[in-house]
């Protein structure tokens, strides 16, 4: 009795269905992509730079953050309001100007985000130094 198989087992795989899906999915991240608006921070760290600028007319604003977490602009106690305020007025006298951050050791990252965030708000360069 010999019987025979009638039907032949076919091994090739069939790649149309993956390429769909592969298309569809760089047509789905470079949408996302495109739409994407980077929300970063205007900050420049403090070293050496290769470009040499004029020295300007004033001095920097500074602006200390304790880790109470109180604010000090220019060595006087101010509320982040204030700060805004006082930003606010300075870059309407000068228009633009520099901004000096300096932390304290163990500062909430939100105090010093909320200070940066008013210098991107405003464009004006926020140059952050080493916690001390």
Known sequence: MGLKKRTKVNAQ?????????????????MLTSSMVVPNALNLRMPGKSKTITNQPKYLPTEIKITRKGNYYLNGSKASLLGIEKAVRKTVRERGKFSLVVIPDDNVANERVVAILDIAYRYQIDAIMTDPK
């Open 13 to 29: 795989f069939n790649m149309s269905s993956l390429t769909d899906i592969i298309f569809l999915l760089l047509i789905f991240f």
